[in-house]
């Protein structure tokens, strides 16, 4: 079955800490891996994607993900985590086919305390 | 920067009620999507539009749904007769023809009492 798996609900880091957020996929084609980000009261904004090459990829806000295929997972990091980074994080996988289906993870809710 | 728009931001509507959701795609995009998200769950992929027809959907997208592009620019979802378990947060999505990355707008609200 088809499915992505984000371990962690809820994380709280200290402003300033690195943050690494946990995402695992089951696919049947190759995958093409998405970060996106959604902001209390706003809809989902794409943070980084994954098709092929550099298996790290680098996306906005300082945000970097990088693609383990023998691991099925595709993790975001980010070194120093600011304020307003607080959101909620989703990792979805879609094939290489515009017009697929996306199919997300249930979200990561990230706190930064101060 | 273009985006992707939705109206109206928050729906209330009764049981049994239809409803229409608007979403105005990037004007250049092709491929147009409908999910949605209740509460605390996962965003569950509705529809996929492409060419005037639907060329996916979910077995969530029953014969309650149904989707239309009315004129060039709107993308439409109806629910014809809503229920409880429609409320929900309801994402318009779309994508260029060799770009790959799917857009969202900000969501429609629905809520049914």
């Known amino acids: 079955a088809q499915s992505v798996t984000q371990p962690d609900i809820h994380i709280t880091v200290s402003e300033g800490a690195s943050l690494e957020l946990r995402c695992n996929y089951s696919?049947?084609?190759?995958?093409?891996l998405f970060w996106y980000v959604q902001s209390p009261g706003q809809g989902l904004q794409l943070l980084l994607k994954?098709?092929?090459?550099?298996?790290l990829v680098q996306g906005i806000k300082g945000f970097e993900a990088e693609f383990k295929r023998s691991q099925s997972s595709f993790n975001l990091r980010k070194p120093s985590v600011h304020w307003s980074d607080a959101a909620e994080y989703f990792c979805?996988?879609?094939?290489?086919?515009?017009?697929?289906?996306?199919?997300f993870g249930k979200g990561t809710t990230l706190s930064v305390s101060s | 920067e273009p985006e992707v728009t939705q109206t109206p931001s928050h729906q209330v509507t009764q049981m049994g009620q239809e409803v229409i959701l608007r979403c105005v795609p990037i004007?250049?995009?092709?491929?147009f999507y409908w999910y949605r998200q209740i509460l605390g769950q996962k965003v569950e992929f509705l529809v996929s539009f492409y060419n005037n027809e639907i060329s996916e959907k979910s077995e969530i997208f029953d014969d309650q749904f149904s989707v239309e592009r009315p004129d060039g620019s709107n993308f439409t979802l109806k629910i014809r007769s809503t229920k409880l378990e429609d409320s929900a947060m309801y994402f318009c999505a779309s994508c260029g023809d060799f770009t790959d990355t799917q857009y969202f707008g900000p969501g429609t609200r629905l809520t049914v009492l």
């Open positions: 994954y098709f092929s090459g550099d298996t």
């Open positions: 004007s250049n995009h092709l491929y």
């Open positions: 979805a996988v879609g094939s290489n086919q515009a017009g697929t289906a996306l199919i």
């Open positions: 696919y049947g084609a190759t995958p093409y």
